[in-house]
């Protein structure tokens, strides 16, 4: 089962609404979901809430290290209460899908993201699982720094959050560790429903 769940995302108002922060909404809905309160601890140099999933110990994790060194963060909780890679959740945002799609995988490279970067570093391995949440590419390589620290579109945003809620569905699995059912329910869209036809003017 997943014992960690870790959002990534950068600390302080100026950061709170940048996609560079989404991990960090997917963790606060699924605390709200589990009426868990995050609170600081300096131990784990992050905001931290535990609860209780048939008999073990489950934490929510949100590393105040700023992203690029959130394995210090990860690191230490994870050294300390003894909780493998493959029992570890990262949810980060993701340059490689479209605002409105969400993937889970387990393993794979950090792919330029520097919080997954610095957690491979700190864990000494690269198998733990991620939640990939998308924002988009801005088109250039060179503007990426730049389009992760800045607020995205409001309808962009209204995606974003929509495909969090569709993730949050899949967090009985994750907490019971049944990843396959997890991935599935996941990565399966419900198709739109047809909007009702306009009533014709008489």
């Known amino acids: 089962m997943i014992k960690l769940f870790v959002g990534l995302g950068n600390p302080g108002p100026e950061y709170e609404g940048t996609r560079h922060n989404a991990g960090f909404w997917w963790i606060d809905a699924l605390a709200r979901d589990l009426r868990l309160q995050l609170v600081p601890d300096r131990n784990y140099y992050g905001l931290v809430a535990r609860t209780s999933v048939q008999g073990e110990s489950v934490w929510l994790l949100e590393p105040q290290t ?3 060194l959130s394995g210090k963060s990860v690191g230490a909780l994870a050294r300390f209460f003894k909780i493998k890679p493959e029992e570890i959740l990262v949810v980060h945002d993701e340059l490689d899908l479209p605002p409105g799609q969400v993937k889970l995988k387990r393993g794979g490279g950090h792919g330029g993201h520097n ?3 610095d957690i491979h570093a700190q864990l ?3 198998d733990y699982w991620r939640l990939r949440i998308g924002i988009g590419h801005p088109g250039d390589k060179q503007e990426v720094p730049n389009w992760v620290l800045r607020k995205p579109a409001p309808d962009q945003r209204t995606l974003i959050e929509d495909s969090i809620i569709h993730a949050l569905q899949a967090s009985p699995e994750l907490l019971a560790g049944d990843m396959d059912k997890a991935t599935l329910k996941i990565h399966t ?3 739109q429903r047809p909007k009702p036809p306009r009533p014709q003017a008489v």
């Open 189 to 191: 869209t419900k198709p």
């Open 66 to 68: 700023f992203m690029n």
């Open 124 to 126: 000494g391995s690269s």
């Open 115 to 117: 919080g997954l970067r």
